[in-house]
């Protein structure tokens, strides 16, 4: 595990589950929002992000969490040796970006760039949940299931896979 790529739906732990993993592993971590929006929640230029998260990719170890866009996230997806899918039930989803939303009213919520704007990137979490369910879930799977061969697949589908899968990255470390 030199290159871990963490993806699924809004609002489904992978900033939390990516900084405990980098914590665990000493893989150095890029949340995809800190580096597709500056501090205040500006975005960066498409081009430049392309850039840099072209040159995180060269790197020999990374945990990339997050989506950014396509044609980056499948440039990151065939780099990873490692993929890590969150799978969670829509409804938890919905709960949890709610739950990102009230705790973001007092501080930054994990992974995301200081200062911004969190009712607006909350709402658009929201909008974003469906579009993810119905488009980008079946295409999540099938890569999952298409690399199984080739990478190390992590297909977490509860809170209960999360703490599980922590848990044994953690002994596997350690030991």
Sequence with gaps: MKKVAIFGNAGGGKSTLARQLAEATGLPLHPIDKI??????EEVPHDDYLSIHTDILKQSEWIIDGFGCVASACERFSA???LVYIDLP???HVIWVTKRLLKGLFATPEGWPENSPILKGSLNSYRVLWLCHRKLTPAYRQLVADSRGSKQIYHLKSAADL???LRDIRQVVTH
Excluded: Q
């Design 163 to 165: 703490k599980v899968f």
């Design 90 to 92: 829509l409804l938890t």
């Design 36 to 41: 597709k929006y500056r501090p205040g929640g």
């Design 80 to 82: 990873a040796d490692t």
